[in-house]
C-alpha cells in the first residue's frame, strides 16, 4: 500500500488514476474478517501478475445477453481493445460457455426481491405486480423481484446463482481479466421518473440507442446486475470520451477473491487509456 501511495505522488512516474487508486486504499481498509464480522472470506495477495501489459491475456465481449450498444460506446472499447494489442497483451473476444445472461438477470430479479423486500406480504406483493407486469415483462432483471417470497424460490435463486457464478469463474480461469461494456448509452439528460413506487422511483420512458428504444432498466443496469450475481470483483476505468465530449467506460472483471490481483492488472492497464478532461 505505501507503494501505492508513493507512485500517486509522482506523476513523472507511470503511476496509477485514482480510478485504481481509491478502490485499493478502500481494499487495505475492508477486506477479510474483522472483529465486529469474522465471516468474509480473506483476499489473497496478487500473485501471478505480469510484470507489463504485454504478458497479459484479456477477454472482451462488445455485447452480452443481445442487449445492444451505441455505437459510440463500441467505438471506445475497440480503442481500449487497440490500445492494450498495441502495448502486446493478448486480446480476444470471447464469451464464458454455459453462462445465461438471461438466467442470471431473473436470478438478481429474484435475490433482490426475497432479500430486500420480504417483509412486504406475498398478498401485498402479488397485487403490486398485477399494476408492473407490463413495465417489468421486458426487462429480464425485473420479472422475480415482485415474484412471491418462498423457501423453496430462495433456495432455487441461491442455486441458480452458484451455477451461474461457477460458469464465469472457469471462463476467467484463462484470462487476467474480461472487458465488458458498463451500459448500452453514453450520458444522457436526466429526466423525472414517472411515477413511484413506495420509495423506488420508476422510469418508463425508454432510452434510444442509435434509433432504437430499449427500456430504461436493461440499457442502465442489464450490463452491472450480472456482476452483482456472480459476486466477483469489478473495476469500471475510462474509455475516453465520445465524438461529443461524453465520458465512457467499461468494467474490467475479475475472478471471485481476485480482487487484489484484478486491481494490480488494472494498474498495468490505466496508463494506456485516454484520460478524459472535462470542462468545469
Same mark, same amino acid.
Given at each position: 500500500?505505501?507503494?501505492?501511495?508513493?507512485?500517486?505522488?509522482? !506523476?513523472?512516474?507511470?503511476?496509477?488514476?485514482?480510478?485504481?487508486?481509491?478502490?485499493?486504499?478502500?481494499?487495505?481498509?475492508?477486506?477479510?474478517?474483522?472483529?465486529?464480522?469474522?465471516?468474509?472470506? !480473506?483476499?489473497?495477495?496478487?500473485?501471478?501478475?505480469?510484470?507489463?501489459?504485454?504478458?497479459?491475456?484479456?477477454?472482451?465481449?462488445?455485447?452480452?445477453?443481445?442487449? !445492444?450498444?451505441?455505437?459510440?460506446?463500441?467505438?471506445?472499447?475497440?480503442?481500449?481493445?487497440?490500445?492494450?494489442?498495441?502495448?502486446?497483451?493478448?486480446?480476444?473476444?470471447?464469451? !464464458?460457455?454455459?453462462?445465461?445472461?438471461?438466467?442470471?438477470?431473473?436470478?438478481?430479479?429474484?435475490?433482490?426481491?426475497?432479500?430486500?423486500?420480504?417483509?412486504?406480504?406475498?398478498?401485498?406483493?402479488?397485487?403490486?405486480?398485477?399494476?408492473?407486469?407490463?413495465?417489468?415483462?421486458?426487462?429480464?432483471?425485473?420479472?422475480?423481484?415482485?415474484?412471491?417470497?418462498?423457501?423453496?424460490?430462495?433456495?432455487?435463486?441461491?442455486?441458480?446463482?452458484?451455477?451461474?457464478?461457477?460458469?464465469?469463474?472457469?471462463?476467467?480461469?484463462?484470462?487476467?481479466?474480461?472487458?465488458?461494456?458498463?451500459?448500452?448509452?453514453?450520458?444522457?439528460?436526466?429526466?423525472?421518473?414517472?411515477?413511484?413506487?413506495?420509495?423506488?422511483?420508476?422510469?418508463?420512458?425508454?432510452?434510444?440507442?442509435?434509433?432504437?428504444?430499449?427500456?430504461?432498466?436493461?440499457?442502465?443496469?442489464?450490463?452491472?446486475?450480472?456482476?452483482?450475481?456472480?459476486?466477483?470483483?469489478?473495476?469500471?476505468?475510462?474509455?475516453?470520451?465520445?465524438?461529443?465530449?461524453?465520458?465512457?467506460?467499461?468494467?474490467?472483471?475479475?475472478?471471485?477473491?481476485?480482487?487484489?490481483?484484478?486491481?494490480?492488472?488494472?494498474?498495468?492497464?490505466?496508463?494506456?487509456?485516454?484520460?478524459?478532461?472535462?470542462?468545469?
Amino acid at each position: 500500500m505505501q507503494e501505492i501511495l508513493d507512485r500517486t505522488k509522482h !506523476p513523472q512516474q507511470p503511476g496509477i488514476g485514482l480510478a485504481v487508486v481509491m478502490p485499493a486504499l478502500a481494499l487495505s481498509a475492508i477486506a477479510g474478517p474483522c472483529d465486529e464480522d469474522a465471516t468474509p472470506a !480473506p483476499l489473497p495477495d496478487a500473485s501471478g501478475v505480469p510484470e507489463s501489459v504485454a504478458g497479459l491475456r484479456v477477454a472482451y465481449a462488445g455485447r452480452l445477453g443481445g442487449v !445492444p450498444v451505441s455505437r459510440a460506446v463500441e467505438r471506445a472499447l475497440a480503442r481500449v481493445v487497440a490500445s492494450l494489442r498495441d502495448a502486446g497483451a493478448s486480446v480476444e473476444p470471447a464469451e !464464458p460457455a454455459g453462462f445465461s445472461c438471461e438466467r442470471t438477470w431473473e436470478t438478481w430479479g429474484a435475490l433482490v426481491g426475497m432479500q430486500g423486500g420480504y417483509e412486504r406480504s406475498n398478498f401485498a406483493r402479488r397485487v403490486g405486480r398485477l399494476f408492473a407486469q407490463r413495465h417489468v415483462e421486458p426487462v429480464a432483471h425485473l420479472r422475480r423481484v415482485l415474484g412471491p417470497v418462498t423457501v423453496e424460490g430462495y433456495m432455487r435463486a441461491l442455486t441458480e446463482q452458484a451455477a451461474q457464478a461457477t460458469a464465469l469463474e472457469r471462463f476467467l480461469a484463462g484470462f487476467d481479466a474480461w472487458i465488458v461494456p458498463v451500459a448500452s448509452v453514453e450520458p444522457f439528460p436526466h429526466h423525472a421518473p414517472a411515477r413511484r413506487f413506495g420509495d423506488f422511483p420508476v422510469y418508463d420512458a425508454p432510452l434510444r440507442v442509435d434509433g432504437a428504444e430499449v427500456p430504461y432498466y436493461v440499457a442502465t443496469q442489464a450490463y452491472t446486475t450480472l456482476f452483482s450475481v456472480t459476486e466477483g470483483p469489478v473495476v469500471a476505468l475510462p474509455a475516453g470520451l465520445t465524438e461529443d465530449g461524453l465520458p465512457v467506460g467499461f468494467q474490467l472483471v475479475g475472478r471471485r477473491f481476485d480482487d487484489r490481483r484484478l486491481l494490480a492488472v488494472a494498474r498495468l492497464i490505466e496508463p494506456l487509456l485516454e484520460r478524459p478532461r472535462l470542462a468545469v
